[in-house]
């Protein structure tokens, strides 16, 4: 049996040697690889393929181009992807969107299913629910009190839907029965101003675009909305431990690429994305921006996105925000 088992390994060790050459014979290196980025420069989302980009083209042996295509949802830099020759030299650069498009947007032009294929799961940020020093509620539980009292009187700011902002807000008021006023934002970085100046009460934003405000004390962080506390602010319980254990959300982002190309060519770069994730000056980076490395290959990938869609299919079908579209 010992030998049968060592044959076997030693079958799949030269089987797995001639796929990882055929990947690298055809690659083709007459052609950069474009990052299409669903959103605009200066975010997390931009600011992750840029820290990545020169490992990658070092590696790979082609240049590395990052082109921000914010707008529809992210349905722009997926459309691109979706579109693009199957030859792994057109990637996305997404987040919860490719989880929740699907629901959102049912018809933008392309299949998100057929046409994108999971890479690589690159980095996350945990997300914190924030609050003036002023606002009264020092917990979860204080904040559910008040809006149970008086219905609509509690605000939350809100980004465009179907972002972790959003999401995390419809979360707070689903899973803790009650009824939130959303004041909607382009983005946490234009409503954090209204939060500390109290014109809105609650808003969740990531580590990183809240945490230089609650250092200052312009901002009180409520709850980690994660399933472990973050280490930039240990301080903070999470969700679960206030007694709201489904309300939980980071703020993820991962590499698509376009829906047919060959899994040899998503091994290969899922290889060289990963190998990039392990560098320390790039981790190091992305500590400094209150980011974790996580890094998933594309099938647990693809199983992970499908629980993200299943989780946010549900709650988007019963948001009364998202059905007012």
Same mark, same amino acid.
């Given at each position: ?130 609050a ?16 149970? $009292?008086? /219905? ?31 004041? /909607? ?15 809105v ?21 409520l709850a980690?909305?994660?399933?472990q ?11 679960? $431990? ?44 992305f ?20 629980? $993200?869609?299943?989780r946010?299919?549900t ?11």
């Open positions: 049996m010992q030998r049968f088992r060592a044959s076997l390994m030693l079958m799949a060790g030269l089987i797995a040697i001639p796929l990882a050459a055929s990947a690298e014979q055809n690659w083709s290196t007459a052609k950069p690889i474009k990052v299409e980025v669903i959103s605009a420069a200066g975010g997390l989302t931009d600011i992750v393929p840029r820290l990545l980009s020169n490992s990658l083209s070092e590696s790979t042996g082609v240049p590395v181009v990052i082109e921000d295509r914010p707008g529809a949802g992210g349905n722009i830099a997926a459309g691109i992807v979706a579109k693009a020759d199957p030859d792994g030299h057109t990637l996305l650069m997404t987040g919860s969107n490719q989880a929740v498009n699907p629901t959102l947007l049912p018809d933008p032009g392309f299949d998100y299913e057929r046409d994108l294929k999971p890479l690589s799961m690159a980095v996350v940020a945990k997300m914190l629910l924030v003036a020093p002023s606002f009264p509620a020092k917990n979860i539980a204080d904040v559910i009190r008040m809006a149970k $009292e008086r /219905p609509k009187s509690v605000s939350i700011a809100i980004s465009p839907i179907g972002t972790p902002n959003h999401l995390g807000a419809e979360m707070l008021a689903q899973y803790g029965g009650v009824d939130l006023t959303f004041v /909607p934002y382009g983005g946490i970085a234009q409503a954090v101003p209204d939060v500390i100046a109290g014109r009460d609650l808003a969740i934003g990531a580590v990183p675009s809240v945490l230089p405000q609650i250092t200052a004390g312009k901002l009180k962080a980690t909305v994660s399933g506390r973050s280490p930039l602010a240990p301080g903070v319980p999470t969700s679960g $431990e206030a007694g709201l254990p489904n309300f939980l959300i980071d703020a993820w982002i991962c590499f698509m690429v376009t829906g047919g190309t060959p899994d040899a060519t998503v091994n290969y770069l899922d290889k060289h994305i990963a190998k990039a994730l392990t560098l320390s000056d790039v981790k190091q980076a500590a400094r921006q209150g980011v974790e490395v996580l890094h998933m290959g594309p099938q647990e990938l693809g199983t992970f996105l499908q629980s $993200e869609a299943s946010f299919g709650l988007l079908k019963n948001s009364k925000v998202a059905a007012s579209r």
